[in-house]
């Protein structure tokens, strides 16, 4: 017997994580971050890569591609770094902004579950990004350049 005093309201133990072992195995593909475009086989098809190798590359085309800038993506997809450019604040106010920024994009994916930023520097208009990222399969360091 339920001991609630509001019996007929049922207590689901929910927890982000308890959601990701539901998840089919990531399926992207394969990205080429130094050049940043697809790894294409010989017939210049797409090569389709899964697991965390799939989500570093959806990390790193999150972190380039500029929130609502495009119609064809969501609005939950994308970073909104490049606001920070010519803004007159602080440096300790444009780095805290610029981490929080990173992890509101890459905790988007469910199967990202934490992000922790370690460096963002700045140099002239360009970003460089350095994060740990926890993943349903394991974490991983990114460094991104010319964000």
Known sequence: MDESIF?????????????????PLYTDVEWDEENNCAVL?????????????ALRGWIVRALRTRRY??????WQYGSELESLIGKPWQRETRL?????YIAE?????????????HDVSFKD????????????????TI?????
């Not at 800038?69 to 969501?74: N, Q, V």
């Not at 208009?125 to 991983?140: A, E, G, H, P």
């Open 7 to 23: 019996p007929f309201f049922r207590t689901i133990n929910y927890s982000k994580d308890s959601q990701k072992s539901d998840l």
């Open 41 to 53: 086989d010989s017939a210049g098809e797409p090569v389709i890569t899964t697991g965390i190798a």
């Open 69 to 74: 800038a495009e119609e064809m993506h969501t």
């Open 96 to 100: 805290a902004e610029a981490k929080r």
């Open 105 to 117: 994009c890459l905790t988007q994916n469910p199967y990202i579950t934490a992000v922790t930023v």
């Open 125 to 140: 208009t360009r970003m460089s990004i350095s994060c740990t990222v926890s993943t349903v399969y394991d974490r991983i």
């Open 143 to 147: 460094e991104v350049e010319n964000v």
